[in-house]
C-alpha cells in the first residue's frame, strides 16, 4: 500500500476508529459490576449494559452518516473498494 | 398438563399463516429458482429493510429467546454476557462484511468456501472451511428444535412417547416443504411476521409481567444477591471478568462466520445495506437485553415451584422457565402468540441454516469434487435435496439422541466456527498469509479448543488458563483461535520462502 493511497483511505474511513467505542463500554467490567447507582430500581450493571446497546447503536449510525457525508467530497467512481454496486431490481435498496 | 385449547388454537392459526406465507414466497420477487444464487440467496436482490427482518431473524434464534433467559434465571449475572455480545457484533458486522459482499458479488459466491478457494486457491483449505461450517452449524439446527419442543409441550401437547414427537416432525415437515419449493424467500418473508410477533410479545412482558410482580425492584430484590453482579476476582484468579469478556468477545467473532449468518450477508443488494443494518440491528439487541431480564421475573414469580409447571421443569430444566412465567402471566389466546412467535422463531433459522449448509454442500464438495461440470439446474437441485436431508437429519438427532449432546456439540461448534476467522476475515486485508499456514492454524486451533472444551467434559466452554501463576478463566473458542492466529502468523513466511525455493528448484 503506498503512502499516498494510505493518506487517501484515512481520509475517507477515519470515522471507522469510532467503532472502537462500543468495545471499550463493555470491555470496562469491573467498572459496571456494581448495583448501586440504579436507574428506575434497575441495578447498574443491567441499565448500564442496555444503555450501552444505544450508544453502540448511535456510534454505528454516526461513522455511517459521516462517510455518507465525506465519500462524495473526497472522490467519486468505482476505484475505491467499498463502492456499493446496487443490483437490486426494487428502487433504491431500501427494500 | 392439560391440552390449553385457547392457546393451541391461536398457535397453530399463526403456524399456518406461515406455512401458508412459505409457498407463496416462491412467487415474490419471481426469479428462476433452478439458478443457486435465486434459491440460496434470494437472487442477492434484498434491501435494507427485508435484511434487517431476515438478519435478525436469522441470529436472534428460537434457542436464544429460550436458553438466555434460562441461563439469567439459572446462572444470574453471567448470562447477561449476551448482552455485551450483541453491541459487539456490529461494528465487526461494520468493518468487515461489506468488503466480503462487494468479492462475492463480483466474482458470483455463494459461501464462505468459494471464495477462499478462490482468494487462496487451495482446494483443502477451501474443503476445511465448508466442513466445519457444516458440522458446526447442524448441532445448531437441532437446537432450534428444542426450543420448539419445549413451547409445543409447555401447551399442553403430550411430551412423551411417539405422539410426543408428533406436532415437532409436522412442523418440520411443513419447513422442510417450502424451504424446498422457495429458498431464501421463504424465511426472509416469514421473518416479518416473526418479528412482529416477537415484539408485542416482549412489550407485553415487560410491561405487563413487573406491573404484576410489583415492579422491577420486586423483581431484583426476589434474586438472590449473589446473582445479581458477577463474582469479583479473588487471589491469583480473574475469576468471572475474564470469563464474561472472553465469552462475548469470542461469540461476537464467530456469530458472522456462521454460514447461516454469511447467507443472510450475501443476500444483500448492497454493501451499504450491510452497513446500514450494522447500525439499525441494535433495535434488536436492545429487545435481547429485556428478554434475558425475563430470567428475573421468572425467578420473582417462583414459576420452579408452581405445581402446574413440575412436569415442564422435569422435562426441560431451566429452558421451561420463560414458557411457565408466559403461561403464568398471560392470558390463555395471548400465550398462543407469544409460544407461536417463539416457534416461528425457530423455523426462520432453522431453515436459512439448512440452505446455507446446502450451498456448502453443492458448492465446495459436490461441484468441487464429484461434478465440476454440472449444470445450474443441477446445482440448485443438488442443494434443494440437501436441504430436506439436512433438516431429517436434525429431526433424527433430536428425537434419537440426549439432549444434553446436542447442547454439547452447539458449544462444540462455536469452538470450531471460530477458527475460519485468520482465513476468511484475515484474507479480506492482507495477502501476507499462506494458504497451507492457514490451514496449519485452522488445524492447530479446532485441536486445542476440542482439547481444552474436553478438559471441562464437553459441558462448559470456560478453560481457565493460567499464565505466571494467575489464572484467566476464559472462553476456550477465544484462546484457541489466538494459537489458530500465531500459527498462521509464524508459518506463513517460511511456507511462502519454501515454496518459492521449491518453485525456483522445480524450474532449474
Not at chain 2, 146 to 157: N, Y
Amino acid at each position: 500500500m503506498t503512502g499516498k493511497h494510505m493518506k487517501r483511505s484515512l481520509a475517507r474511513y477515519w470515522p471507522r476508529f469510532l467503532l472502537v467505542i462500543p468495545f471499550l463500554l463493555v470491555a470496562c467490567v469491573p467498572f459496571y459490576n456494581r448495583i448501586e447507582p440504579t436507574l428506575a430500581d434497575i441495578p447498574f450493571f443491567y441499565w448500564y449494559q442496555l444503555a450501552a446497546i444505544l450508544l453502540g447503536a448511535t456510534v454505528a449510525i454516526t461513522v455511517y452518516l459521516l462517510e455518507e457525508w465525506i465519500t462524495p467530497t473526497t472522490e467519486q467512481g468505482s476505484s475505491d473498494p467499498d463502492s456499493d454496486i446496487d443490483v437490486s431490481g426494487t428502487p433504491g435498496d431500501i427494500l | 398438563m392439560s391440552l390449553n385449547v385457547t392457546a393451541a388454537s391461536v398457535f397453530v392459526a399463526l403456524f399456518g399463516l406461515v406455512a401458508w406465507l412459505g409457498f407463496v414466497a416462491a412467487r415474490w420477487r419471481k426469479a428462476d429458482l433452478n439458478q443457486l444464487h435465486e434459491w440460496g440467496l434470494g437472487g442477492r436482490r434484498f434491501g435494507t429493510v427485508v435484511t434487517w427482518f431476515l438478519l435478525g431473524g436469522d441470529l436472534y434464534t428460537a434457542y436464544t429467546f429460550i436458553a438466555v433467559p434460562a441461563l439469567v434465571y439459572g446462572a444470574g449475572a453471567m448470562g447477561f454476557f449476551a448482552v455485551p455480545y450483541t453491541i459487539l457484533i456490529y461494528p465487526i458486522l461494520f468493518l468487515v462484511f461489506p468488503r466480503l459482499w462487494k468479492i462475492a458479488h463480483e466474482h458470483g459466491h455463494v459461501t464462505a468456501a468459494d471464495y477462499v478457494r478462490e482468494r487462496f486457491g487451495s482446494r483443502p483449505l477451501a474443503l476445511a472451511v465448508a466442513l466445519t461450517g457444516i458440522i458446526a452449524t447442524m448441532p445448531y439446527i437441532a437446537l432450534q428444535l428444542v426450543g420448539m419442543e419445549v413451547v409445543i409441550h409447555a401447551l399442553g401437547f403430550p411430551a412423551d412417547g411417539w405422539t410426543g414427537h408428533l406436532p415437532l416432525i409436522i412442523a418440520f415437515i411443513v419447513l422442510a416443504a417450502f424451504t424446498y419449493t422457495s429458498g431464501l424467500r421463504a424465511p426472509a418473508l416469514i421473518a416479518v411476521v416473526k418479528d412482529m410477533l416477537i415484539f408485542v410479545t416482549i412489550f407485553a412482558a415487560i410491561v405487563i409481567i413487573p406491573a404484576k410482580l410489583g415492579g422491577y425492584s420486586a423483581i431484583f430484590a426476589s434474586v438472590p444477591p449473589e446473582k445479581l453482579t458477577l463474582t469479583p476476582p479473588s487471589g491469583d484468579s480473574l475469576g468471572s471478568y475474564s470469563a464474561y469478556l472472553t465469552l462475548a468477545v469470542g461469540s461476537a467473532l464467530a456469530l458472522f462466520l456462521y454460514p447461516h449468518s454469511m447467507t443472510g450477508i450475501l443476500s444483500a443488494s448492497s454493501g451499504k445495506v450491510i452497513r446500514r443494518n450494522a447500525a439499525a440491528l441494535s433495535a434488536y439487541s436492545f429487545v435481547l437485553g429485556l428478554i434475558a431480564l425475563l430470567g428475573y421475573m421468572a425467578i420473582a414469580a417462583r414459576v420452579d415451584s408452581n405445581p402446574l409447571y413440575a412436569a415442564g421443569f422435569a422435562k426441560h430444566g431451566a429452558n421451561f422457565a420463560v414458557p411457565a412465567l408466559f403461561l403464568d402471566s398471560f392470558s390463555s389466546w395471548f400465550v398462543g402468540v407469544a409460544f407461536a412467535a417463539i416457534a416461528i422463531g425457530a423455523l426462520v433459522p432453522a431453515a436459512i441454516m439448512s440452505i446455507a449448509c446446502a450451498n456448502l454442500f453443492t458448492r465446495n464438495l459436490y461441484k468441487e469434487f464429484w461434478k465440476p461440470h454440472c449444470t445450474d439446474a443441477e446445482e440448485a437441485r443438488m442443494a434443494k435435496i440437501v436441504s430436506l436431508l439436512v433438516k431429517v437429519g436434525a429431526v433424527v438427532f433430536v428425537l434419537a439422541i440426549p439432549k444434553a449432546y446436542a447442547i454439547q456439540l452447539q458449544l462444540l461448534g462455536g469452538i470450531w466456527i471460530i477458527q475460519l476467522l485468520p482465513p476468511i476475515v484475515l484474507g479480506l486485508f492482507t495477502r501476507g498469509f499462506n494458504a497451507h499456514a492457514l490451514l496449519l492454524g485452522w488445524a492447530a486451533g479446532t485441536g486445542i479448543g476440542t482439547y481444552m472444551a474436553a478438559t471441562r467434559g464437553f459441558v462448559s466452554s470456560i478453560y481457565p488458563l493460567e499464565i505466571f501463576g494467575v489464572t484467566l478463566p476464559g472462553y476456550a473458542a477465544l484462546y484457541s483461535v489466538l494459537v489458530n492466529l500465531l500459527v498462521a502468523v509464524a508459518l506463513s513466511p517460511v511456507l511462502d520462502r519454501l515454496a518459492r525455493r521449491g518453485v525456483a528448484s522445480g524450474t532449474r
